[in-house]
């Protein structure tokens, strides 16, 4: 599945989620920052390990809301599109908010 191809299946997935057309456009903008930060590489062949640093660097250059934003986006990337279960305890956010409210 090459990235169009997920971009395509993240349109349907949020389509099929009811999500409103901001919401829409903010998941899109998320993920495409996302794909720029891996330089196009397949979304599907990212890592854990690639995962969690680009967590981490979002937890370090936005706030708590824009964050969770973000997390929400690739959460939805990952669990619906591409469905990779080996990713959801990272982007879990619950776990997340127990992680930032620790700092």
Request: contains cysteine; positive net charge; hydrophobic residues 30%.
């Amino acid at each position: 599945m090459n990235n169009r191809k997920v971009y395509n299946a993240l349109e349907h997935a949020i389509e099929k989620d009811g999500k409103s057309k901001g919401t829409y456009r903010e998941y899109f903008a998320n993920v495409r920052y996302l794909d720029n930060y891996f330089n196009n590489k397949n979304l599907k062949k990212i890592t854990k390990d690639e995962l969690n640093e680009y967590i981490v660097y979002l937890d370090k250059k936005y706030s708590k809301t824009t964050y969770n934003n973000h997390v929400a986006a690739i959460r939805c990337l990952y669990k619906k599109v591409i469905k990779r279960e080996d990713l959801q305890e990272l982007l879990n956010l619950k776990r997340i908010r127990e992680r930032m409210t620790c700092r």
